[in-house]
């Protein structure tokens, strides 16, 4: 069956310009996620949904970042006003249990 | 929070050899432990996980052991092939729904 799906694969934009990353879920999944991996580095939680809950948006680094989770299904992470340290790979994930997380292939951020 | 630290950073073995990556954690709350190996350029695949209220598990050639006494969890990799050659990534969650703090990962290359 069809993974956790994301576009576009990779983002080039300029500084200062607001991009928008889109994620699919895997159908059913009721969590999904968002992380970034910096070149080399490990994954940084950003935000959670779970179902019609509150999302947890602990991770996200500054108020220029925000996501949405349209009809428990779809989900976009926008960067406002994107700066050189966001270039990164955007990964999201999603989840039909306790834990157990599949991720998506990512969106490479780079921000000139 | 949750901290986890991962080592060691990067792993060098021979063919055949067995590899053994160790995390440890801060939470005595988390209680579920996965591990993902990610290949250059890919996404994040999810090889094995355990959680609290085992002790081990095992999947062919790999397995996963944790000490909750002593916050700590190792991947073991028997009989290595030059394919386990990847990042490897430890992760914990705490109940329900959770994101996953990520350890910082282990390089492994397995030398024919």
């Known amino acids: 069956g069809a993974g956790v799906s994301q576009s576009p694969s990779n983002k080039v934009t300029e500084k200062g310009k607001d991009v928008e990353l889109r994620c699919d879920p895997i159908?059913?999944?009721?969590?999904l996620y968002w992380y970034r991996q910096s070149l080399g580095q490990g994954l940084e939680f950003l935000i959670y949904?779970?179902?019609?809950?509150?999302?947890?948006k602990s991770g996200l680094p500054s108020d220029r970042f925000s996501a949405e989770r349209t009809g428990g299904s779809v989900s976009t992470l926008t960067i406002q006003r994107t700066q050189q340290e966001d270039s990164a790979v955007y990964l999201c994930?999603?989840?039909?249990?306790?834990?157990?997380?599949?991720f998506g292939a990512g969106t490479r951020l780079s921000v000139l | 929070g949750e901290n986890v630290e991962q080592h060691p950073s990067t792993l060098s073995v021979q063919e055949g050899d067995s590899a053994v990556i160790k995390c440890t954690y801060s939470?005595?709350?988390?209680?579920?432990f996965p591990w993902y190996k990610q290949e250059l350029g890919k996404r994040p695949q999810l090889i094995i996980d355990?959680?609290?209220?085992?002790g081990e598990k095992k999947d062919q050639r790999i397995a996963v052991t944790l000490n909750k006494t002593a916050k700590h969890f190792s991947l073991h990799i028997t009989e290595t092939q030059p394919e386990d050659s990847a990042v490897y990534f430890c992760?914990?969650?705490?109940?329900?729904?959770?994101?996953?703090?990520f350890g910082t990962g282990t390089r492994l290359l397995v030398s024919p």
């Open positions: 949904f779970q179902g019609n809950s509150a999302p947890d």
């Open positions: 994930a999603s989840s039909p249990s306790l834990g157990l997380q599949y």
């Open positions: 939470d005595s709350a988390s209680n579920y």
């Open positions: 159908s059913g999944h009721t969590a």
């Open positions: 355990i959680r609290s209220n085992v």
């Open positions: 992760a914990v969650s705490k109940a329900g729904f959770q994101k996953l703090v």
